[in-house]
């Protein structure tokens, strides 16, 4: 079994800053690439960000420039700083990682249950 467990989430006004954390755990041989997507109320699903296994980072077009996405592959985990956030940022953010659970199973996609994050004018 395994899980992605987001945190960090929470209110915070323009132009302030947020960490979220998403922890990877149980039955992990590896993990390939990791992001980071939001979804707002009545839009899809965007991607925010990603960084493969050997740290190469993509950033949508919302997060260039303000948000970075790291990750501590030895502990399975994967951040993002989020600063100079602006209410268009409201959203849920949920956390993907591409997991392998034995050497010979194929890397499968899993999500996190989502942590809200809530910008105020």
């Known amino acids: 079994q395994v899980q992605l467990v987001e945190s960090g989430g929470g209110l915070v006004q323009a132009g302030g800053s947020l960490r979220l954390s998403c922890a990877a755990s149980?039955?992990?041989?590896?993990?390939?690439?990791m992001g980071w997507y939001r979804q707002a109320p009545g839009k899809q699903r965007e991607l925010v960000a990603s960084?493969?296994?050997?740290?190469?980072?993509n950033y949508g077009d919302s997060a260039k420039g303000r948000f970075t996405i790291s990750r501590d592959s030895a502990e399975k985990t994967m951040y993002l700083q989020m600063n100079g956030l602006s209410p268009e940022d409201t959203a849920v953010y949920y956390c993907?990682?591409?997991?392998?659970?034995?050497?010979?199973?194929?890397?499968?996609?899993?999500w996190g249950q989502g942590t809200q994050v809530t910008v105020s004018s």
């Open positions: 993907n990682a591409q997991i392998r659970t034995n050497w010979y199973a194929p890397h499968l996609n899993y």
């Open positions: 149980g039955s992990i041989y590896s993990i390939n690439d």
């Open positions: 960084i493969t296994s050997g740290g190469s980072t």
